[in-house]
């Protein structure tokens, strides 16, 4: 009888999943250390399973992803042999696990993407609580306009890509056979898309500033051609093909960003000074 009972209480100690919860707070929205502590991990498990569900989800369609990364490098390699007939380019695998190892990056990196609504809510779920609402409020705000950027500078990296690429082989010297691994070329492509996507949230970042009380309109009106002539000097440093086609697709945008943040900023700056909360120097 007592086997049993000690073997019924072992049975429901390994079938309680109780710790894998995230501790509530109390009513004043306040937890202890440990609390926070048992919360974070809480929510890094459930963003890592997320990924690692969506990696093997995205693993399943490899052949379709790896033509979307070929694609831009595929194009070049038409428009270049397109004006040079006898141009001897192409991709290449390199060693017996290059090609797994390709397989497994792509995978990878399709499954942060996929799976980034999971993460970047528990994110959010970790820090809201310790947050204002008017924290708050900006703080959806900022990720509502966020995302859709840095989509949108991902989107145009890839687009232009081919362009660029083109430019690069141009400095093949004439009879070199110029061949690129495959995974040297997805981390390229990689860095240049996070580059054109982390470049589009230069707006979402001086809003920020600005509504922070850091940042006025005024300061980005004053240093404006310092700003646009920044713009210029990150893409031509910070793109990875340092072509002047990809620097120009980044820098234009940039700088048509920094316009239209001047003018969010002034315009939150009239409102604060309607409502007294600020006050502009003469």
Request: aromatic letters at 12%; a positive charge.
């Amino acid at each position: 009888m007592a086997s049993t009972t000690g073997a019924t209480a072992l049975r429901k100690r390994r079938l309680n999943l109780s710790w894998l919860k995230p501790p509530r707070p109390d009513d004043e929205g306040a937890m202890a250390l440990v609390d926070h502590l048992r919360e974070l991990r809480y929510r890094v498990i459930v963003a890592a399973l997320a990924i690692v569900v969506a990696t093997a989800l995205c693993l399943v369609w490899h052949e379709f992803l790896q033509r979307m990364v070929f694609r831009p490098y595929t194009q070049a390699i038409d428009l270049y042999k397109a004006a040079h007939p006898g141009a001897d380019v192409s991709l290449v695998a390199n060693g017996l696990s290059t090609s797994f190892m390709f397989t497994l990056k792509t995978g990878l990196y399709a499954g942060l993407v996929t799976s980034c609504p999971v993460w970047l809510y528990q994110l959010w779920a970790f820090i809201a609580p310790g947050l204002l609402s008017k924290e708050k409020k900006y703080s959806l705000m900022f990720l509502a306009t966020g995302i859709p950027l840095f989509l949108s500078g991902v989107a145009l990296g890839y687009w232009i890509s081919p362009k660029g690429f083109v430019m690069l082989l141009g400095f093949t010297p004439e009879g070199v056979t110029n061949l690129q691994d495959i995974n040297d070329f997805l981390h390229f492509l990689s860095v240049m898309l996070l580059v054109f996507g982390g470049a589009f949230l230069l707006p979402v970042i001086l809003v920020a500033l600005n509504l922070v009380g850091v940042l006025r309109g005024t300061t980005l009106g004053k240093y404006r051609a310092f700003g646009i002539f920044a713009c210029f000097v990150f893409g031509a440093v910070a793109t990875p093909s340092q072509d002047p086609f990809s620097m120009c697709a980044l820098a234009l945008p940039m700088a048509l960003m920094y316009l239209v943040s001047e003018i969010i900023c002034r315009i939150n700056d009239k409102r604060r000074v309607e409502r007294g909360e600020l006050v502009l120097a003469d």
